[in-house]
């Protein structure tokens, strides 16, 4: 709108200037990794039958990948890429819910790591313990609650400049982790996600 406002022209054209440099079509992978030179992405579960049964079909998902490399620490799994640019995954396990979510935060603190991507797993009364644990400033959120675009406000006070993925009805498993999977292997081999061609993509599938 800022060529075509009639009235406050100047402050119409000033917002355009300072905005135009944020795109929603796609996300470019070099910011992703720019503050560490690698992507790093923090899983939540939540410890439940819904989480227990995602958390399971996650793992077993990255262990049918063979460029990725998982490790188990316990409350959490470490998982990081093989090739391609560097990725690293935090995970924690739904039953040590607390505990792994405290360990992952505790590393990423210790270490001064900012995740750049925060991927949501668990209904939605589940989503405000994920967003009230965020380390830094994301760049790409994943709501994968039923529901999960009712966060979306609060979730850019917290993080103004992230691109936010969010279910709007019923959230499901069968349509996340292929859809999150495909997200992953695009950044691992250095291509930025075009949400057009993506979105394309995703409904043949």
Known sequence: IGQRALVHADWFKDKKNNFSKYSLNY?????????????????????DGDGVASFNNYIQMFRLMPKWYIQDLGSYYYISSLEGNDYD????KPQQEIS???????????????PSIIVHRGHSYHSQKTIDQMVGSPKFIFMGSCGGYYKISELLVRSPDAQILSTKQVGTMSINDPMLKSI???????KNIDWPSFWAEQELK
Do not use: C, P
Not at 30 to 45: R, T
Not at 89 to 92: K, V
């Open 27 to 47: 996300i470019d992978v070099a910011e992703l990794k720019s503050k560490h030179n690698k992507i790093i992405e923090v899983n939540f579960f939540y410890n």
């Open 100 to 114: 792994g979510q405290q360990a992952i935060r505790d590393y990423l603190v210790y270490n001064k790591l900012e």
């Open 184 to 190: 992953r292997e695009t950044l691992r081999n250095n």
């Open 89 to 92: 995954i935090f995970a924690n």
